[in-house]
């Protein structure tokens, strides 16, 4: 056997492999949480607050007791102590107020949907029917649902400590000198609405304690972070804890959560001596998976007359809901290193107050922070070109960091390995065609055809692949941003590598495999891939903020250089040659110069097995650990260019073509890549056109089932293209960026771009989101009112000076003649 | 109770069930048909969608004594020795991520296929409108689609 035979295919990174994970999910093999039964397994229902505000007088569970088939009920207070305050693990700011968080509420409700009782029944349907039987009296205390007044003397408090969390202030540059006498200011206010993460997957958890041993099965995106958090948060010692993440179905952030229903459901099993299984409804995960986005942004730009940006001020105020949740606090200061993107300039400052109020908590939504700082510095972006007068590439082309000025440190104190800005323009002009459809717009303003076109841009960076530990620490985090991985040599030659990186769609099994396949030189199908259960995987820090690849699969590189140094030892050894002299390629490793000589590393893996000849003083494994800390974030960019064609008669916004070019370094199954822009897309625009969270002035939240809250369906979306360059990462050894939340927080920016850059004309600079038609329409109703037939430019110092502050971004975008 | 008789996936059952009982728990929590999901409470998503008699339904819009009688083909059943081409088409193009509303749109897949064997991208993307998926955006379920209606799937 020549060594020639033995080469796999080279090309192994790069490959667009259909994934392993497929032969179960397409024919219905999987294994959700929900679909677990246990002997004796019992079904929880929870009772929730119908009050955004509430003190709870009484809860009286014996009425459900005497229904059949119900075997215990619980209160808040029967848990007492031992339930403990669910985790925050970022305390921003020294004197964060972080209130306490009983995972059932005990004395206070304070949003809708907060669980005040529970009912443990023998089938769902029994669990259901006993709530009703559960009595609870309340005295309703005053919302808070508006934080622009929260932090008034007048406002109710959400608690006693009042409505504010924390106030985070950091400032680089000479803001006042960048601003003093700027030619150009321009200030502007928006609004991120509050969305849902939406996981098809609805949450279930199934929570089992046998004697010691305490054991929940939770569709989590943290199975490992999740261990240590009921840990501490239970007292129950963590090593009798175990966690496992079977099939996941999706997260975005929404499952990166210590959950009131995972605590309570060990807690349960403990009391009723059985395996209990808790599964939401729809309805009910509205109401309670902790929401996304919820800020008002405040911007102010200074530029010269030129277009070059001086000096940019961010004050944000954040929607923290009710409680801090694991990350809650964490999210928006993330925007905190975004809001420049790309740009240079001479000063920049950030601020972000976290505000109370009685409505669900918001965490981590797939972007978390960034695609809120991306959507203002992009719009404004755009503002700046139409207050020039210029293209807006122009004006971007004039301010972004060029390709040749790599490693990069930026205003907001990152330093951008890599990127090629041009390179991904000129790709994404060329694809979307920009220059004829500016001559398309310009041919429907002058014929004022009804259907108007825009063209919106988004050249965004962002910061991923969570994270250098240092930098966490340094920001308050509480935990480490590293991944854990094994790969273990088997006997016959097949390869079973542990991820600490636990997927829930994102193909960890194939792309992993793939690495594997390439260092070690063996069969992609010979190498399984083992994660999501805590006594499978036992270290790990799992799978949010884009950093599966670029931390987790650096590691699983790092072991698998780890098992060929091992086995180069043992090779020499058997060899007669010095380990120096020993080559590894295409899985053989052999003398140098002499590849005739070798054996494969599977021939390597049987010997240490058989151990009957090995070097003196060597362990008779191959098998490596790696644990793998990365020296920065991961900084993936991009150019998406978006048209729309706005129907001025009907407010009816039609994406007409969309443009991606993603620069996510290098790349390991490009199948895999394209799905996830295409996803990431999808959940951009859908924030841009359709979703919306919405409470009613008592505290409701009115989007609860599916029906109400407007996930995009394929009817609705369009036909993306998308292409890549490929600049390579320069602080990992593959090259790679990530890409998990790339289109989402590039995509919504593009969107509404377009949409006022087909309505600027009518005087419009901004929509509120969603754009939905009846905004737009509104908005353009609006504009022809205030200024029939004129073109106005906006000038936005003077109309933007009046109205700009937390407290009137409706009114701002209204006097811009945007609408609500 | 309500004694219903069901052939699902070509099996026989005779059972008693609560006249509220949902079809899709029926499938599931009686029967173990656990590769048929549920993904909301209002019929919006599809993730739950079976066929009942050869027409593709959402199984938690369905009562189980509804189904007397009745064939019902779920995922699990779609299979005839090798995979469905759909099944196929979805692993080739990538068209699932998560998977969580893989069986659901598969399901209508077929319905719709079985409507329009050669339907455009456009009439995939309005056949399918009634199964939301969160993970893909839909563009590589729509080219799954027109790979199974034996359609060429144009370049991206």
Known sequence: ?820 | MTKITVKVDGVTYVDDVEPRLLLVHYLRERLGKTGTPVGCDTSNCGACTVHLNGMSVKSCSVLAVQADGGEITTIEGLANGEWHPLQKAFHTEHALQCGYCTPGMIMAAADLLRENPNPTDEEIRDGLEGNLCRCTGYQNIVRAVRRASGTEVTAQ
């Not at chain 1, 593959?734 to 004309?761: C, F, Q, W």
Request: include cysteine.
């Open chain 1, 1 to 820: 056997m020549t060594a020639d035979m033995q080469a796999p295919p080279v090309t192994e990174l790069g490959r667009a492999r259909p994934r392993k994970e497929d032969a179960r999910l397409v024919t219905g093999k999987t294994n959700w949480t929900d679909n677990i039964v246990l002997p004796g397994l019992l079904h929880i229902n929870f009772v929730r607050s119908p009050y955004a505000h509430a003190r709870i007088t009484r809860v009286d569970v014996s009425g459900a007791l005497k229904v059949p088939g119900v075997v215990a009920a619980f209160s808040g207070d029967d848990f007492g102590a031992e339930q403990g305050s669910l985790p925050c693990a970022w305390p921003v700011t020294p004197d964060i107020v972080i209130p306490a968080h009983p995972p059932m509420a005990t004395e206070e409700v304070r949003y809708v949907g907060e669980a005040v009782a529970c009912v443990v029944a023998r089938d769902r349907y029994t669990a259901a029917d006993a709530l009703s039987a559960v009595e609870v009296d309340y005295e309703p205390l005053p919302p808070v649902l508006d934080i622009r007044t929260a932090l008034d003397e007048s406002s109710p408090r959400v608690h006693e400590a009042g409505n504010k969390s924390f106030e985070f202030l950091m400032q680089n540059g000479d803001l006042d000198g960048a601003f003093r006498d700027a030619p150009v200011l321009i200030e502007r206010t928006y609004r991120q609405q509050r969305l849902i993460p939406s996981a098809m997957e609805p949450r279930s958890v199934v929570g089992w304690n046998e004697g010691d041993e305490y054991t929940l099965w939770s569709a989590t995106q943290i199975p490992h972070v999740l261990r240590v958090m009921l840990a501490l948060t239970t007292g129950i010692p963590e090593q009798n804890i175990r966690v496992i993440a079977p099939d996941v179905g999706g997260g975005f952030g929404s499952k990166l959560q210590v959950t009131a229903e995972e605590v309570l459901a060990l807690l349960i099993s403990h009391k009723v001596g059985h395996p209990v299984k808790w599964t939401e409804s729809r309805s009910e995960g509205n109401l309670t998976v902790h929401h996304g986005r919820d800020q008002w942004q405040r911007i102010k730009l200074a530029a010269d007359a030129d277009g070059r940006i001086r000096g940019l001020d961010v004050d944000l105020l954040a929607d923290m809901g009710a409680y801090l949740m694991l990350v809650t606090p964490g999210v928006p200061l993330l925007g905190a290193f975004m809001f420049n993107g790309i740009y240079k300039m001479d000063a920049y400052s950030f601020k972000c107050t976290g505000v109370f109020s009685t409505k669900m908590p918001t965490d981590a939504y797939r972007g978390a922070g960034r695609p809120e700082a991306t959507f203002a510095l992009e719009r404004v972006m755009d503002e700046l070109a139409a207050e020039l007068g210029m293209d807006p590439l122009q004006v971007r082309e004039r301010n972004w960091i060029k390709h040749e000025e790599f490693p990069y440190a930026t205003i907001s104190g990152l330093t951008y390995d890599s990127g090629n800005y041009e390179a991904a323009t000129a790709r994404a002009r060329d694809l979307f065609g920009y220059d004829a459809l500016r001559a398309e717009q310009q041919r429907r303003r002058d014929s004022n055809d009804p259907v108007q076109l825009g063209i919106g841009i988004s050249t965004y960076t962002e910061m991923c692949g969570l994270a250098p530990s240092r930098v966490l620490g340094s920001l308050s985090y509480g935990a480490g941003g590293w991944e854990h991985a094994s790969v273990r040599m088997l006997p016959t030659g097949k390869v079973e590598v542990v991820t600490g990186s636990s997927a829930h769609g994102q193909g960890h099994e194939t792309a992993w495999s793939q690495i594997v396949a390439d260092k070690l030189g063996v069969p992609f199908e010979d190498v399984r891939v083992l994660h999501g259960d805590t006594q499978v995987s036992p270290k790990g820090m799992d799978t949010y903020g884009s950093r599966s690849l670029t931390v987790g699969g650096i590691a699983v590189h790092g072991a698998c250089e780890k098992v060929i140094t091992k086995a180069k030892r043992i090779s020499a050894h058997l060899l007669e040659a010095s380990e120096d002299d020993i080559e590894f390629s295409h899985g053989r490793l052999h003398v140098r110069g002499d590849p005739e000589s070798g054996h494969t590393i599977q021939e390597i893996a049987l010997a240490t097995f058989a151990a009957h000849n090995l070097p003196d003083g060597v362990e008779p494994s191959i098998d490596s650990d790696a644990t793998f800390d990365p020296e920065n974030f991961s900084y993936p960019h991009g150019t998406h260019l978006c048209a729309t064609e706005v129907d001025t008669e009907t407010g009816q916004v039609t994406i007409r073509s969309y443009v991606a070019v993603d620069d996510v370094g290098k790349v390991v199954n490009p199948l895999i890549v394209d799905g996830q822009v295409h996803g990431g897309l999808a959940q951009g625009i859908a924030q841009a056109l359709y979703e919306e969270a919405i409470y009613d002035d008592e505290g409701n939240l009115t989007t609860t089932t599916m029906a109400d809250y407007l996930l995009p369906s394929a009817a609705d979306l369009p036909h993306f293209t998308t292409d890549r360059t490929e600049t390579p990462a320069t602080t990992n050894p593959l090259g790679v960026k990530g890409v998990g939340e790339a289109g989402t927080i590039a995509s919504t920016p593009a969107v509404v771009n377009a949409i006022v850059d087909a309505l600027r004309p009518l005087g419009i600079q901004d929509i509120t989101m969603p754009c939905t038609p009846e905004r737009v329409w509104r908005a353009i109703a609006a504009a022809r009112r205030s200024a029939p037939g004129a073109q106005v430019t906006g000038d936005s110092q003077t109309v933007a000076h009046g109205t700009v502050g937390h407290v009137s971004g409706d009114d701002a975008a209204a006097a811009h003649g945007g609408a609500e």
